[in-house]
């Protein structure tokens, strides 16, 4: 049954960077490896942290240590011919409005969507996997910048609610829990939700999407009681929609 993901589409989006406990990507070693293959040229897409020198560093001393040759957006002298000339784009985490901003600003949104509906394979981690939804509407991010739209890559036709935390019962705050501020989303919006706990990440391929990871999901859908998955376990029928053609 279709999702609304283009069957070349392969996608794995990553709720955390960092597990409590081990380094940068060590939890999501195994699936990129796997979900990579023998892709030989990565283009990192740093945008959502303000160094992004540092934060290039990072990731390329990362991948180099999984064998990849990694070639970072903010170095290129065009950005959107990196784009063309990359094996797979990794789209790392930090500020969401910050990221997206400055994909309208190097004009990086349609050609990363051209380049995915080829089948170039995209990771997406915490912000990286909020651009890769219809919006970044679900985003916990604060909106220390302002992208001219909250419209973003439409890769997948499901929102992402990266780093999903559980009600605390025995928690004294009294603020809005993820939950809560999900389901007013849903009181605006039809676009089925995806509450991503850390250490849990969705591979989409070949029209189906699958939950991977250590933790599980939640399934948001408006009008209906939130949906528990293990990983192991398929989306597809839950998280049906139109992505962005």
Do not use: W
């Not at 989006?13 to 060590?26: A, E, F």
């Not at 890769?132 to 992402?160: E, N, R, W």
């Not at 605390?168 to 676009?191: K, Y």
């Amino acid at each position: 049954m279709s999702t609304g993901v283009g069957r070349a589409r392969r996608l794995l989006l990553i709720s955390n960077s960092t597990l409590y406990g081990s380094g940068y990507l060590d939890h999501a070693e195994e699936e990129i490896r796997r979900f990579l293959g023998h892709a030989a040229r990565v283009l990192f897409v740093p945008f959502a942290l303000y160094d992004r020198d540092v934060y290039a560093k990072l990731a390329r001393d990362r991948f180099g240590a999984m064998g990849y040759r990694l070639d970072s957006a903010h170095e290129a002298r065009d950005a959107a011919g990196a784009v063309a000339e990359a094996d797979a784009v990794f789209v790392g985490g930090g500020n969401t409005f910050r990221l997206l901003k400055s994909l309208y600003d190097y004009d990086l949104v349609a050609p990363i969507r051209r380049r995915v509906n080829e089948g170039m394979p995209y990771i997406g981690s915490s912000a990286g996997s909020n651009v890769a939804c219809p919006t970044i509407k679900t985003t916990k991010d604060m909106p220390i910048v302002q992208p001219p739209s909250f419209d973003a890559l439409g890769l997948v036709p499901f929102q992402i609610s990266p780093h999903y935390l559980d009600p605390d019962p025995n928690s004294t705050h009294m603020g809005e829990t993820q939950e809560e501020r999900i389901r007013q989303f849903l009181e605006e919006n039809a676009t089925p939700v995806v509450g991503l706990r850390e250490g849990a990440m969705l591979r989409v391929e070949a029209g189906s999407v699958e939950l991977r990871g250590r933790s599980g999901a939640r399934i948001f859908r408006g009008g209906r009681e939130p949906v528990e998955l293990v990983p192991g376990a398929r989306l597809d029928t839950m998280v049906e929609g139109e992505a962005v053609a």
